[in-house]
């Protein structure tokens, strides 16, 4: 699989995720791991924040190559950078005028999928002891 096809199924699968963790939220469950989870999920549901991750794939570039590369206006890289950096998928760098991005959280990414996706089994049922 390609790192977008990658990126697609992780994102199929959290709405499942997204559902599960709002239950959990509501229970007063330890909330702080939860939203930073659900601000990774989030910053992964646009088009745009996937062609960039998919850019830094290949290592890190300078903002004005990752304008060219996806043909947007500064604003819009700006926009998403922010909350590609916030969310701790992608590191930041100033130098000279430009800043310069790089993959940051993809083991925290695919370590968080992991979390969740350990709790069901095969079937998409509950794996826990209670409900078998």
Do not use: P
Not at 62 to 84: G, P, W
């Amino acid at each position: 699989m390609s790192f977008i096809e990658n990126l697609q199924f992780y994102i199929l699968i959290s709405v499942n995720v997204y559902d599960r963790i709002s239950v959990v939220l509501q229970e007063g469950v330890d909330t702080m791991s939860y939203k930073e989870d659900v601000r990774m999920i989030k910053a992964l549901a646009d088009e745009n924040r996937l062609r960039i991750l998919e850019c830094l794939h290949h290592g890190e570039k300078c903002a004005c190559v990752i304008l060219e590369e996806l043909s947007i206006t500064q604003s819009t890289l700006s926009h998403h950078m922010r909350i590609l950096t916030e969310c701790g998928l992608v590191n930041a760098r100033k130098e000279g005028k430009w800043s310069h991005y790089s993959e940051e959280g993809k083991k925290r990414f695919k370590d968080m999928f992991s979390h969740y996706l350990e709790t069901t089994d095969s079937d998409g049922g509950c794996s826990c002891d209670k409900c078998e």
